[in-house]
């Protein structure tokens, strides 16, 4: 049902430090790719980023407001450093708002979102699940706050992810979607591709992984009949890897 579909995203944020291994990881491999998007980023990314002083003031004041009035000044802060943060601090600096998200304003969400969209372009594929990911640790409320002011930037998203499912790690894939599905994403020409990769590539996921993405298709309402009948052969050979809910999920 939707509440047990929500608590499976709300732990799928246990991902973030997957997909920060994984960018350690994969970092030798993708240095031409770091290099391309590094020519990519906006002019003031590349002549300047914050000192650590810097983020860490920008940090504190993140974590300690709470009020609208705290908030206000708060973002009025996000705005002004956020062209020069790295993607690793902006996915903290999200999650850093997981507790006032819903008292910043629905203008300060939507010049965010803006900022968000003009980073997509210089992000790994890695460093775009870290951050994607970080919306899964807001409440309900904040996603769909952040999500009705944000649409341009889940447009953008749906347009940007393409171009990477086959380069996207599993979990860094059920990340995003799972981001995605939690901000309202409806998009039914995205999943439909989504579901076509996925096909393709199926068996590089674990059972858990499979279960995940299942999960998350039918929560678009997403029914891809040769890839879930593929998924279950592959489900079944190593059911034992699976909790009990997992398999009443993939049963759904």
Not at 6 to 27: E, F, I, S, T, Y
Not at 29 to 43: G, I, K, L, M, Y
Not at 104 to 123: G, H, I, P
Not at 126 to 155: H, M, N, T
Request: aromatic share 6%.
């Amino acid at each position: 049902d939707s509440d047990s579909v929500q608590k499976m995203l709300a732990r799928m944020q246990g991902n973030v430090q997957g997909a920060k291994q994984a960018q350690a990881v994969q970092a030798p491999a993708r240095v031409e790719a770091s290099s391309q998007a590094s020519s990519q980023r906006p002019a003031a990314a590349t002549e300047k980023s914050l000192v650590d002083s810097e983020w860490e003031s920008l940090r504190e004041t993140v974590k300690s407001s709470h009020s609208r009035s705290e908030t206000s000044e708060a973002g009025k802060d996000i705005l002004v450093k956020f062209p020069w943060l790295r993607p690793e601090q902006t996915a903290e600096l999200l999650q850093l708002m997981e507790g006032s998200c819903g008292s910043y304003s629905t203008e300060f969400l939507s010049d965010l979102a803006r900022q968000l969209s003009a980073k997509l372009k210089s992000l790994t594929s890695s460093q775009l699940a870290l951050l994607l990911s970080a919306f899964l640790a807001w409440p309900a409320e904040g996603r769909l706050r952040f999500g009705e002011a944000a649409r341009d930037f889940v447009s953008a998203v749906t347009v940007d992810v393409p171009s990477r499912l086959m380069e996207l790690a599993p979990h860094e894939l059920n990340c995003c979607l799972a981001s995605l599905v939690s901000l309202g994403c409806n998009d039914q020409k995205f999943f439909v591709a989504v579901g076509r990769s996925a096909l393709a590539r199926h068996k590089t996921f674990g059972p858990k992984e499979l279960t995940a993405l299942l999960t998350i298709l039918s929560e678009a309402r997403l029914v891809h009949s040769d890839l879930f009948t593929s998924s279950a052969s592959v489900i079944a050979t190593r059911v034992r890897e699976l909790r009990a809910v997992d398999i009443l999920r993939a049963a759904r």
